[in-house]
């Protein structure tokens, strides 16, 4: 059949047939356009929450900066009239946010996902957070049930990446699977928890250490049995320049030169998760840390 058509219809069979196969190869890419910008519209989403959230702190951290300060006149005043007496304040100004160290998580020898039967094991690793949400329930303020509502969000995604898992794998050759697994997860991990919430933990922990306390506990807890581990720059005090492998800097001008280099601010460390590659080499998934860093400015 295929023989007389082309026979008597030459070209214009084969034109008709590329036209079918071009429009097949348009219908999927078409398909997974839409699959992405509902996923960027979802991120995006999660995103404007998670900011709010670090916003809100920040302000409530400016404001208790500015309380501080108003603080420390009171107690002068104070002092001045009644030298023997403690001023009653003072125990509030002892309230800083966490060492960067408490957020630090140990790394593992094991690899999550090393092969195609690590897949399924390692999903069920990824989809445990009832400790985490557990600890949720036992708050009601609004960060604590915008957190849970982030939560819940990271949940909806990994169980929308699990679904999607069967016709992933179809793609997948044997020796990728690790690292394509591994980088789909992480992704997701990144996108709904690691970018913000560690920074908003932070912040909030000066106001709040008993709930972001035991936030970061659960969340370090989690991390862990993903596998998912953290780096520490080189020194907490001053810069140095390997910590730019993995370190977002942002630069904060200074006009003494003494303080060049020095570090302001350690607000997120580097997370990691490794997987192996198609060469049988261990490799890592990141996401930078970030810290500020005073720059001399003549």
Same mark, same amino acid.
């Given at each position: 059949?295929?023989?007389?058509?082309?026979?008597?219809?030459?070209?214009?069979?084969?034109?008709?047939?590329?036209?079918?196969?071009?429009?097949?190869?348009?219908?999927?890419?078409?398909?997974?356009?839409?699959?992405?910008?509902?996923?960027?519209?979802?991120?995006?989403?999660?995103?404007?929450?998670?900011?709010?959230?670090? %916003?809100?702190?920040?302000?409530?951290?400016?404001?208790?900066?500015?309380?501080?300060?108003?603080?420390?006149?009171?107690?002068?005043?104070?002092?001045?009239?009644?030298?023997?007496?403690?001023?009653?304040?003072?125990?509030?100004?002892?309230?800083?946010?966490?060492?960067?160290?408490?957020?630090?998580?140990?790394?593992?020898?094991?690899?999550?996902?090393?092969?195609?039967?690590?897949?399924?094991?390692?999903?069920?690793?990824?989809?445990?957070?009832?400790?985490?949400? @557990?600890?949720?329930?036992?708050?009601?303020?609004?960060? @604590?049930?915008?957190?849970?509502?982030?939560? @819940?969000?990271?949940?909806?995604?990994?169980?929308?990446?699990?679904?999607?898992?069967?016709?992933?794998?179809?793609?997948? +050759? +044997?020796?990728?699977?690790?690292?394509?697994?591994?980088?789909?997860?992480?992704?997701?991990?990144?996108?709904?928890?690691?970018?913000?919430?560690?920074?908003?933990?932070?912040?909030?922990?000066?106001?709040?250490?008993?709930?972001?306390?035991?936030?970061?506990?659960?969340?370090?807890?989690?991390?862990?049995?993903?596998?998912?581990?953290?780096?520490?720059?080189?020194?907490?005090?001053?810069?140095?320049?390997? +910590?730019?492998?993995?370190?977002?800097?942002?630069?904060?001008?200074?006009?003494?030169?003494? +303080?060049?280099?020095?570090?302001?601010?350690?607000?997120?460390?580097?997370?990691?998760?490794?997987?192996?590659?198609?060469?049988?080499?261990? %490799?890592?998934?990141?996401?930078?840390?970030?810290?500020?860093?005073?720059?001399?400015?003549?």
């Amino acid at each position: 059949m295929l023989f007389w058509k082309l026979l008597f219809h030459g070209d214009e069979y084969l034109k008709q047939e590329i036209r079918k196969q071009v429009g097949k190869k348009i219908a999927k890419m078409t398909e997974r356009i839409g699959l992405l910008e509902q996923e960027l519209e979802q991120t995006r989403r999660e995103q404007l929450q998670l900011q709010q959230l670090v %916003q809100k702190q920040a302000q409530q951290i400016r404001d208790l900066e500015q309380w501080r300060a108003a603080a420390k006149v009171a107690a002068l005043v104070v002092k001045e009239a009644e030298p023997r007496k403690p001023a009653p304040v003072m125990s509030m100004l002892e309230k800083k946010p966490f060492d960067i160290k408490r957020f630090s998580i140990p790394k593992s020898d094991t690899i999550l996902i090393r092969t195609a039967s690590d897949v399924a094991r390692a999903m069920e690793k990824i989809k445990d957070t009832d400790s985490l949400c @557990a600890f949720l329930k036992n708050y009601e303020d609004k960060d @604590a049930m915008m957190i849970a509502k982030m939560v @819940a969000q990271y949940q909806e995604r990994v169980k929308r990446f699990e679904s999607a898992l069967p016709q992933k794998r179809k793609k997948w +050759d +044997d020796e990728m699977v690790s690292e394509e697994a591994t980088g789909a997860v992480f992704d997701i991990m990144k996108k709904s928890l690691l970018t913000q919430l560690p920074v908003a933990i932070l912040r909030g922990s000066a106001k709040n250490p008993l709930f972001y306390g035991g936030l970061l506990e659960e969340l370090n807890k989690y991390l862990a049995q993903c596998g998912v581990y953290t780096l520490m720059p080189s020194s907490k005090g001053y810069f140095n320049d390997d +910590d730019c492998k993995f370190m977002e800097i942002q630069p904060l001008p200074t006009k003494n030169h003494g +303080d060049d280099k020095r570090v302001e601010a350690i607000e997120r460390l580097p997370y990691c998760l490794d997987y192996i590659d198609e060469d049988k080499d261990r %490799q890592v998934c990141q996401l930078d840390g970030q810290m500020t860093v005073y720059r001399f400015e003549a």
